[in-house]
Nanobody, 125 residues
Framework: QVQLLESGGGLVQAGGSLRLSCAAS????????MGWFRQAPGKEREFVGA????????NYADSVKGRFTISRDNAKNTVYLQMNSLKPEDTAVYYC??????????????????WGQGTQVTVSS
């Protein structure tokens, strides 16, 4: 069982930056590929990006490519989502999730059995 806790959300103006953190309780954190997802009001949860267990492979949704960066510190059992050049359409609840495989960096929600409770990000225009 993996427990995840996101932090770092808040209110930011368009063009600004935020860094989200996700702390995990896993015994061997590097065994898990980690993903970030988001869900805006009235919309389905969508893939933002993911990182492999070693951090050597990343994958991003086209909507955030070039603006968002995922990294991880396995010594701290933490994964990060650095968000730059934020837009109002980035407003959502952001969730981190852990995959069953350390290699997985895909965007399928069903491949992530462990989820955090989410953190709100609001981007004002």
């Amino acid at each position: 069982q993996v427990q995840l806790l996101e932090s770092g959300g808040g209110l930011v103006q368009a063009g600004g930056s935020l860094r989200l953190s996700c702390a995990a309780s896993a015994r061997t954190f590097s065994n898990y590929g980690m993903g970030w997802f988001r869900q805006a009001p009235g919309k389905e949860r969508e893939f933002v990006g993911a990182i492999s267990g070693t951090g050597g492979t990343t994958n991003y949704a086209d909507s955030v490519k070039g603006r968002f960066t995922i990294s991880r510190d396995n010594a701290k059992n933490t994964v990060y989502l650095q968000m730059n050049s934020l837009k109002p359409e980035d407003t959502a609840v952001y969730y981190c999730a852990a995959a069953r495989s350390s290699y997985y960096v895909g965007g399928s929600l069903t491949d992530y059995p462990y989820w955090g409770q989410g953190t709100q990000v609001t981007v004002s225009s």
